[in-house]
Each structure stands twice: as structure tokens, then as C-alpha cells.
């Protein structure tokens, strides 16, 4: 691969750079999706860049987008993922024309917002498990049963749903994908709470939920198929890192600051591990652009992106502990006076625990790497 951007590349850098320089910077320092940045983002193209024209995008590759993403974090801000990068790829892959032509120019538009209706409490990281039931009625499925962990799903307009609609078939091959208008009757949402406090993630129920038949993804009893190309999309992003660098860079700039007391104060005790998280964000950069870079040749990452992903999600976690106990006392503070950085660093102390959960976990992901990469045996 090129450990380089072509001058075209470097252009669209700046150019991205100067659309950012007319907008207000974004308040929060967290990965909520923010509306108003979205539709600006929209309008011009450059929130689903990657996808052809005529369904909202600039026909960019996946190199031009990667460099878009990083300016756009680079600036405070971030997009509605479960969309752009999860809902909106799965249809362009799997959906058919009328699916493409609904869905695709909504979620470009940053005029709806999607959900993604894969676990359940007994299938996670063996997802092909699952139970939620898919029964044919006339023209309609009607659906019964539950997932858990789905995020957004209390702002969602849309879900992509896994059902199992064949319980004879081996496990893999009676799953198919529906897309469901959270707005239908027998729909119930209900909040789980995170360690941090925040409403991210709930339960949804499915109470003899009517979906038309037309919703499927793909052909009957093939969702799993459609499944794993979400998962792929799903790990292949550079946005761990990303966030892994904003944390990086806020403490850096803490301990510089010289605002900082204790321990926060004495170089000496912590710029070697300064030094070793800021050498692994870059290493964890490449890791990341390298998947761009095999999707932009046509190639699909799998392994590479399982690398990315374990790697940067540990990353998070690893900075954000550091973060916290070079702070001291004070480091643990979320609010008031004395919390360094408006308490974000405590706050994503608390969040990054997710970070090696969500999208697979470090252990599923190594035993991609062993398998898929390494050629070990199962
Ligand atoms: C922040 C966050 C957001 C999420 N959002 C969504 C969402 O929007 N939609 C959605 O559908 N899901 C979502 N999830 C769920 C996520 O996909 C699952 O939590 C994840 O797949 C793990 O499943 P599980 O929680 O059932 O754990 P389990 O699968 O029960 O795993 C428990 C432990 O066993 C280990 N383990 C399991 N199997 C193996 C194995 N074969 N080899 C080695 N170790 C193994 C796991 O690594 C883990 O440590 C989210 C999760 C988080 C944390």
C-alpha cells in the first residue's frame, strides 16, 4: 500500500478543511449525532460521499471519504452511523430498486434516522442464533419477539431487523433482513441506561408487528448474508481511532497546558506513556486507512478491518485510563470547578468500557484474526 495521499487527495483535504472553517464548531465532545452538522453536511454531498449520485452521494472512493471523516472529527464533529455507514451500505449491497430509491436519498439527505435490530439476550456473539419470529400472512410478515442493546432506537424512524423465518433450517439459513418503520403498531421501546448515565441503547419488543412482505432485504431465508455485510461495514470504519486521537489530543493539551496539578505536572512521570499511546494512535491510523485503502481497490477487508477494529477499540479504552489516573482526583470529577476538560475525561473513563463490546468483541474479533487471517485452526 502507499503510506501517502496523492496531491489530488491532499487538495480534497483542504477543501474539506475550508467547507468546515463556515461552520460553527460543535459544542459536545462526544458521538452524538448532531442534526444541524448533518444537514450541512448534506447538502453539499459530503455525508455519504462515497455513494453514486444519483442516490445523494459525490461518487468519491472510500479514501476520499476516509479523508473527509477525519477532518470532519478533526473539527469536533460526527454523523449518524447507524445509517450512513450501516442501513444505507446494507440496502445499496442487498435492496432492491425500490428499496434504493426510498431509503437511500433519506439517509443522504440526514433526513431520517435508522436503528439496527441484530442482538438479542440470547444471541450476540452468536448472532445466528437469534429468535425473533417472521411468519408470512398474505402480503405481510408479522413479527414477535425482542432485541436488546439497540442503539438510537428511542430516535429511530427505521430499524434493520434480523428475523429467523425458517426454525427448521440450520441456524445460518432460516434468517431474513426486513426493514420495519419504527411506527408501527406492536413496537415497544423500552431504555437501558449506561454506566455513564446516558440513554443510548434499549430493548425493543416486536407484538404481532405487521412489516409487507416487499420490506425484505434480499431473498427469504438469505438475511444472514446480507447480516455479514453489515458486520463488515460495521467494523471497517477509521472512527475508533479517531475518537482514540480526540481523547489523546485533549489530555496531551491538558498536560501542556500547565493548568494541571499532582502527578498532571511532573513530565517525568508520564511522557513515556505519552509517547507509547501517541506512537499506537498513528500505528492504529494505518491500521484504519489500510481498509480504506483495500476497499477503494475493490478488495473486501475482513480480517484487516477485525484488526482495526481490536486494536483502536483497545486504544480508546487504553487512553481514556490514562487519561483518568494522570488527572488524579480531579480527573475523576464529571462536573463542576475542579473537573478538568468539562469532566469529559472522567465521562469517557465510564463510556470507553463499551468501546470493546459493541461491533463485535476483542475476543470474536481475534478469533476472525486467527482463523480468517492467521489460518489457525477453529
Ligand atoms: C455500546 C454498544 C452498542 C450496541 N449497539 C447495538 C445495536 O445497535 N444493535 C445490536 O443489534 N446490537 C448492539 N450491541 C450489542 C453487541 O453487538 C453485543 O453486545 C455483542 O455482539 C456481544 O454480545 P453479548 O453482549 O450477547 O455478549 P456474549 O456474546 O454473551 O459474550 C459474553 C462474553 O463471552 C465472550 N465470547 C462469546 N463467544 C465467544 C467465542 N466464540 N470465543 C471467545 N469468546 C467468546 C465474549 O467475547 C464476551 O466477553 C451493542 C453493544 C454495545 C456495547
Known amino acids: 500500500m502507499e503510506f501517502s495521499f496523492t496531491p489530488a487527495q491532499e487538495a480534497l483535504r483542504t477543501e474539506v478543511r ?6 460553527e464548531r460543535p459544542d459536545g465532545d462526544d458521538e452524538a449525532p448532531n442534526t444541524s452538522l448533518e444537514r450541512a453536511m448534506a447538502a453539499n454531498g459530503w455525508l455519504t460521499m462515497a455513494w453514486p449520485a444519483e442516490y445523494g452521494g459525490r461518487g468519491a472512493s472510500q479514501m476520499e471519504q476516509l479523508i473527509f471523516k477525519e477532518e470532519l472529527f478533526e473539527f469536533g464533529g460526527s454523523f449518524d452511523f447507524l445509517g450512513v455507514q450501516l442501513a444505507g451500505p446494507t440496502i445499496m449491497v442487498h435492496g432492491n430498486a425500490e428499496q434504493k430509491a426510498t431509503h437511500l436519498p433519506a439517509i443522504a439527505g440526514a433526513k431520517v434516522r435508522w436503528c439496527q435490530g441484530f442482538s438479542e439476550p440470547g444471541a450476540g456473539s452468536d448472532l445466528a442464533s437469534l429468535q425473533t419470529r417472521a411468519v408470512r400472512d398474505g402480503d405481510d410478515f408479522v413479527i414477535n419477539g425482542q432485541k436488546i442493546w439497540t442503539s438510537n432506537a428511542h430516535h429511530a424512524d427505521w430499524i434493520l431487523l434480523l428475523t429467523r423465518t425458517d426454525p427448521e433450517a440450520p441456524k445460518h439459513r432460516g434468517i431474513s433482513m426486513f426493514l420495519v418503520d419504527m411506527k408501527t403498531p406492536g413496537i415497544t421501546i423500552r431504555p437501558l441506561i449506561q454506566l455513564t448515565g446516558v440513554h443510548g441503547f434499549n430493548e425493543v419488543y416486536f407484538d404481532d408487528v405487521r412489516v409487507p412482505a416487499k420490506n425484505m432485504v434480499g431473498e427469504l431465508n438469505r438475511g444472514w448474508y446480507a447480516a455479514t455485510t453489515t458486520l463488515d461495514f460495521e467494523r471497517s470504519g477509521i472512527e475508533r481511532n479517531l475518537v482514540a486521537r480526540r481523547d489523546w489530543n485533549r489530555t496531551y493539551g491538558l498536560l501542556r497546558s500547565g493548568t494541571v496539578s499532582g502527578l498532571a505536572s511532573r513530565p517525568a512521570v508520564w511522557r513515556h506513556q505519552v509517547a507509547d499511546l501517541f506512537i499506537a494512535v498513528e500505528a492504529g491510523q494505518w491500521m484504519a486507512r489500510r481498509v480504506a485503502y483495500l476497499q477503494s481497490k475493490g478488495l473486501v477487508p475482513n480480517y484487516e478491518a477485525s484488526m ?17 489516573n494522570v488527572l488524579g482526583l480531579p480527573g475523576q470529577l464529571r462536573d463542576g470547578a475542579h ?18 463490546i459493541g461491533q463485535g468483541t476483542s475476543e470474536i474479533n481475534r478469533n476472525i484474526i486467527a482463523t480468517r487471517g492467521l489460518g489457525l485452526p477453529r
Open 339 to 356: 473537573a478538568p476538560a468539562n469532566g469529559v475525561p472522567a465521562f469517557r473513563f465510564l463510556d470507553a468500557r463499551r468501546l470493546t
Open 308 to 324: 482495526s477494529k481490536t486494536f483502536n477499540s483497545e486504544l480508546g479504552q487504553r487512553v481514556a485510563d490514562f487519561s483518568v
Open 18 to 23: 475550508s467547507f468546515f472553517a463556515t461552520l
